[in-house]
């Protein structure tokens, strides 16, 4: 399962292309528009997300609520367009009064992408470079999402910390422990409370000085079968793909399986998972490996921490040199959120969603599925009896 998505932050909509579905997967409307909401909120977000209300119309690939195994195509307004159609326009010429980005962003993709491009004006760049584009991610991801959650997967992700603020235990052990309810129910989607308090007055805080914050989320995956993956090339190892797959979204510096950076500071003994029989079943005692070994998945929950850098625009900005004139100047400080992560977290669990969906059809077939499933159940039953 592939996508491809197109618009610009301020065009008229973004479009996502989903293709090599199944066909038979059921389609939910209203949990393709939950997850929208969810990549939409989150303290700390900026004022345009008051102008927008995101929800997905699916134009292709689906009937009577289906996947038909065609590519399955979404569309998702920008309802800011209508403020932007003349300095956006597909066709007309520029509007006299036109006023360039001439002022790049330290941190964000304006100074290296008119430099690539030969542009004059950086929004040229920010408005494909903007984040915006990952309400189509989230919009496609609705298709892995469906699918994973037929054979069992389930997907969630949880604010560990914004900034300075951090949740006070935030365990491997207890990865897969937090109740949907209490992450979704928190404005950081973070489900220690204490925690999350001090996360939105650091967001307050940052605001209030012209700053901006990043932080780090954890994504856990449940249900997954053993083996999907593979070691045999670099291409199959499930860490490869899904460390490029969460480094594809804007601003994420940091990825970390299982313990992380942190097995690098123990000695063995205290960080691989000792296997055990129970119930007749291949079992581990601990998941420090967070569900990975060899590039394959052992069974075990999936759990990735991913880092996120500050926002670039600041409202005092920094330093910067302007285009045309080439004097020092303040970087352009426009209309921005102080802080994503927890809208962040949502667009990782859809670039898990992909990695894994693809897994799945890799090694249980790819065009439907009933055949998938049925493949699935006995690969599980051949499992079962190895165990034995
Ligand atoms: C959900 C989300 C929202 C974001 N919102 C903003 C924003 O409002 N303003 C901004 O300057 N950057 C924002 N960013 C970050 C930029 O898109 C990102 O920093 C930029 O593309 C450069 O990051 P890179 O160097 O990792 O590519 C956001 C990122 C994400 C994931
Ligand atoms: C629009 C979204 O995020 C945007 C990401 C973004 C950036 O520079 O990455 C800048 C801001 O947009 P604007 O310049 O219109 O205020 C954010 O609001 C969104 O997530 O839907």
Known sequence: MRYVTAGESHGPCLTAIVSDVPAGIKISEANLNADMARRQAGYGRGDRMIIEKDTARITGGVRFGRTLGSPVSFVVENRDWRNWTDRMAVFDAPPADLQREVTPRPGHADLVGVMKTNSDDCRDILERASARETAARVAASGIPREFLAELGVEITSYVISIGPAAMRNADLAKAASYSPLSIESSPVRCPDEEAAEAMMRAIDRAKSQGESLGGVFRVVVTGLVPGLGGYEQAN?????????????????????????FEAARRPGSEVHDPIVLEGGAFARTSNNAGGLE??????????????????????????????????????????????????????????????????Y????????????????????????????
């Open 294 to 359: 060899g590039g394959m998945t052992t069974g075990a929950p999936l759990v990735i921490t991913v880092a996120m850098k500050p926002i670039p625009t600041l409202m005092t900005p920094l330093g910067t040199v302007n285009l045309d004139t080439l004097e020092p100047v303040e970087a352009s400080k426009e209309r921005s959120d102080t802080c994503a992560v927890p809208a962040a977290a949502v667009v990782a669990e859809s670039e898990v969603a992909f990695v894994l969906a693809d897994a």
């Open 236 to 260: 199959s190892r499930l860490t490869s793909r899904l460390g490029g797959a969460l480094f594809s979204i804007p601003a994420m510096k940091g990825v970390e399986f299982g313990l992380g």
């Open 361 to 388: 059809q890799e090694k249980f077939g790819g065009d439907a599925m009933a055949d998938i499933k049925a493949s699935l159940a006995a690969y599980r039953e051949r499992l079962r009896t190895i165990s034995r």
